[in-house]
């Protein structure tokens, strides 16, 4: 197994033009708000963000401006937790019958 390569992000090179590219698309518009909404994923089924008050991820670079919005899970969707619980316990035999070399796969 190999790792990535290491990336330095230097000026001029095309890994930081690739990253400044992708921070742009990012960024909300003319104060319109988040730029979308992520989904709580929970036994492979998305749940969109619909709790009352919906928490913001900002930008590290950019406090001001909010990337995107998400519920708190657990305070407001508790049977959510319940639901991740219940499909965790029942993947685990199957995870545990699975060989080290077929779980690292995986990653």
């Known amino acids: 197994v190999a790792n990535e390569p290491a990336r330095m992000y230097m000026p001029g090179s095309p890994e930081r033009a690739a990253i400044q590219s992708a921070l742009e698309r990012m960024q909300p518009r003319n104060g319109a708000g988040p730029r979308f909404a ?41 049977h959510l937790v319940e639901q991740a619980i219940k499909g965790a316990l029942q993947a685990r035999k199957a995870w545990a019958a699975m060989s080290i070399d077929d779980r690292c796969s995986i990653f």
């Open 38 to 78: 992520v989904p709580a994923v929970v036994n492979g089924l998305e749940h969109p963000p619909s709790g009352p008050q919906k928490l913001q991820q900002r930008l590290p670079h950019r406090h001001a401006h909010a990337l995107c919005e998400f519920d708190d899970v657990p305070v407001q969707k508790p």
